[in-house]
């Protein structure tokens, strides 16, 4: 079983009550209680608290996942520290599984606990945490004084899009087992991977510094949201790429060394749809096997490119082509080949496991992974759209003739 375990003291000094303070609307713990009640992976979500107003609130929000249990004093001190207050859980409940989090992280996600989560079911992994790359120069002072680069050669100074930078935890969940939790008396151990996240959530709220820096990224987010469709514009070419985006981007083998890959039934239901309405489809791949072939004649889509260097300059033939303007194509991508594609086009889209440049260029980022739906998520968006606008624009002709 993996339980979520989400430790809030009332006792804060540098913001009172800051767990329950309001930020972007709704109360700080929140954020982070309903990134995980909506994580398909974690079954129970365990709040740890010492305050009777902070169990008030948490409980208030109904949520079907997450239960309320007392805090010792002894672990909710101000020298108390993360790992006393996990041990006395552990102590006193099984699981198999635990994911810490940290209320003071509100920018966590649900996308980010299921790709950690996948992370640590991978083969020889005993622990998971969560970073940002930064893409800082570090230096450090001597004993003499003197200043000396730590991550870069002084004379032969990168440019940002070439340095690579270096990852920092952001404090946001840390993944374990109970037996090694225990062993250990710490929330990380043995062999350890690093879940990036976006680098948005580099700050966590200990200050109130930090409080208006976290509440502006959470409201541009909650914006975001909120205007996806209304700018989304007029779609009339659908082009997606395959690999990890109408497939789940794994490699499958049989006995005999053929090889699979897992597509979804509901993106082939999505694209006849788009179809239904004239937009035209097509895939664009930089793999050119006849796995991808045979799918896409079972999808019946118009246009199939494989084996293809550079996407966006296809992209833009197929504009001419079909003279169909860059503004009213969209096109779904999840790596890095796909990054210039999903810029140019006028609806840019990419799926839930798509590398963070790709999500900091798409307009839409769909909820689903690759291969679990995640097309048809962003298919329905558009014909949403659609419907919408033909009903607006037929209420506006039932307008002019009355």
């Known amino acids: 079983m993996n339980v979520a375990f989400i430790p ?6 540098s913001i009172p009550l800051k767990n329950i303070k309001e930020i972007a609307g709704k109360p700080l713990v929140y954020w982070t209680v309903k990134a995980a009640n909506d994580c398909k992976y974690i079954d129970r979500i365990y709040v740890s608290t010492d305050s009777d107003i902070i169990k008030e609130t948490v409980e208030a929000f109904k949520m079907e996942k997450v239960t309320v ?14 790992e006393s207050a996990m041990l006395e859980f552990a102590s006193n409940y099984q699981f198999d599984h635990i994911v810490l989090i940290q209320a003071t992280s509100p920018m966590l996600t649900t996308e980010d606990l299921n790709g950690g989560i996948e992370l640590f079911q991978m083969e020889e992994t005993d622990s998971v945490l969560s970073v940002v790359r930064q893409k800082r120069f570090c230096w450090s002072v001597d004993e003499q004084g003197y200043a000396c680069a730590m991550n870069y050669d002084i004379s032969h100074r990168p440019r940002r899009q070439e340095f690579s930078g270096y990852l920092v935890e952001n404090g946001a969940f840390y993944i374990t087992g109970r037996e090694a939790l225990l062993k250990t008396q710490n929330r990380i151990s043995g062999k350890i991977r690093l879940y990036e996240m976006d680098e948005a959530t ?7 510094s930090d409080w208006g820096i976290v509440e502006g990224q959470l ?5 975001k949201e909120r205007n996806t469709l209304r700018d989304c514009p007029e779609i009339r070419m659908f082009l997606s790429d395959c690999d990890g985006c109408l497939t789940d981007g794994g490699m499958y083998y049989s006995e005999n060394g053929d090889e699979l890959k897992k597509f979804s039934t509901v993106d082939g ?3 006849r749809l788009l179809k239904e309405r004239g937009i035209i489809t097509g895939i664009i791949t930089g793999e050119d096997r006849e796995l991808n072939r045979r799918r896409a004649e079972k999808l ?3 246009i199939l490119r494989m084996g293809v260097k550079d996407k966006a300059a296809v992209i833009r033939e197929l504009s001419k082509e079909y003279d169909i303007p860059l503004e009213n194509i969209a096109y779904v991508g999840d790596d890095i080949n796909d990054y210039n594609a999903v810029r ?7 799926v839930a496991n798509a590398i963070m440049s790709v999500k900091q260029a798409a307009k839409y980022i769909s909820k689903a992974r690759g291969g679990s739906g995640a097309v048809r998520e962003i298919i329905d968006q558009i014909l949403c759209l659609d419907i919408k606008k033909t009903e607006e624009n037929n209420g506006a002709e039932q307008q002019i003739y009355r």
């Open 300 to 302: 019946g889509v118009d």
């Open 219 to 223: 409201e541009k987010r909650q914006a």
């Open 202 to 208: 580099y700050f966590e709220i200990d200050e109130p």
């Open 344 to 350: 140019q086009v006028g609806w840019g889209c990419c």
């Open 8 to 13: 809030v003291r009332g006792g804060s000094k």
């Open 69 to 82: 249990i007392e805090r010792s004093k002894d672990t909710a001190s101000d020298s108390a520290s993360t």
């Open 269 to 271: 239901m999505g694209f």
